[in-house]
């Protein structure tokens, strides 16, 4: 009989794209991931995996695997949610599901996660919501690996996230983003910057916008925290792009950046993104449907109502 870890693993790699980003998100090893490979293979008789350049891609008869290890997966999900329910002996709510796991980035858990769980305890009773804090690429991840149902993501213009087999897209809103400079400060170009990582679509927007302003901004606070950049505006170190979350109660003397271009200010759309293929327990607690007019989760609309009422500085 097949090996339902191994199976897993088997999946982890091909929603992960390589042994070593499937063992990081796993908290092992690559090498540990590479043997328990090897013995699916020799119990198997077939070769999963072929050489890629440095890395390795899955075989026609691994992949073909991994959509059936879809299927025995939802399978067993579903029948631990109904082990769960009879050991509690509580039903359901309206939406029929149990639980739902939530990830998403740090300014939607301290701008609208606690309305969002006040909404969805009036709206939709019978949910019982878990979240952890993921930043947009990890909490992808984290649902595409089952570990989550729905992520709450965001983008930036220009740097949108690319679709992933798997993964239905629900946009919520959007969030103005805002360039500010410290009170008393001279010109954009002429002051430090506190910007998120280079890495991220905030830094690379953000820098675009700069540039496009014709300036090279010099950066000298890094942090993905927009509470850190914030601080650091308020005190007067730094400038700073602060999302409307962030920037809610800013004081008076704090100014929006006068010579950035688009008005000042961009938006960034939030996307609630979920799982196209789960246990039937949580299904119809998310959008499963690519079609507007199709059903909606009973976690989007309070996100999306939320977010609509969130306040703008």
């Known amino acids: 009989m097949l090996d339902v870890d191994k199976l897993t693993l088997l999946r982890e790699v091909a929603v992960h794209g390589g042994i070593s980003a499937a063992a990081q998100a796993l908290r092992t090893t690559p090498s540990n991931v590479s043997q328990q490979l090897r013995r699916l293979e020799g119990a198997l008789g077939i070769a999963l995996l072929e050489a890629r350049g440095r890395g390795v891609r899955l075989t026609p008869a691994a992949e073909a695997l991994v959509r059936r290890t879809e299927d025995v997966l939802a399978i067993l999900e579903e029948a631990e ?24 980035f740090h300014s939607f858990a301290v701008g609208l996660l606690g309305d969002v769980v006040a909404r969805l305890g009036r709206s939709a009773p019978g949910l019982r919501l878990v979240f952890e804090e993921r930043e947009p690429e990890g909490a992808l991840a984290e649902v595409l690996a089952r570990r989550a149902d729905i992520a709450v993501v965001d983008e930036y213009a220009g740097y949108p996230r690319p679709p992933a087999a798997g993964i239905v897209r629900i946009g919520i809103g959007h969030e103005p983003v805002v360039p500010y400079l410290p009170a008393g400060s001279g010109a954009a170009a002429e002051l430090d910057w506190a910007m998120e990582p280079e890495s991220s679509d905030a830094a690379r927007w953000a820098l675009g916008l700069c540039r496009s302003a014709g300036f090279e901004p010099r950066v000298r606070y890094v942090s993905p925290d927009p509470s850190v950049h914030r601080r650091l505006l308020e005190l007067g170190h730094a400038a700073a792009f602060l999302p409307a979350t962030a920037a809610a109660g800013l004081p008076r003397r704090v100014r929006a950046a006068p010579d950035l271009p688009g008005g000042c200010t961009a938006s960034t759309p939030w996307c609630c993104a979920a799982a196209r293929s789960g246990p039937r327990r949580t299904r119809r607690a998310a959008p499963r449907s690519r079609r507007r007019s199709g059903p909606r989760s009973p976690l989007t609309t309070p996100c999306s109502r939320r977010r609509r009422a969130a306040p703008l500085p």
């Not at 359901?92 to 939530?102: D, Q, T």
């Open 81 to 104: 949610a109904e082990l769960a329910e009879q050991r509690t002996g509580r039903g359901g709510g309206p939406s029929g599901a149990r639980e739902v796991r939530l990830v998403g």
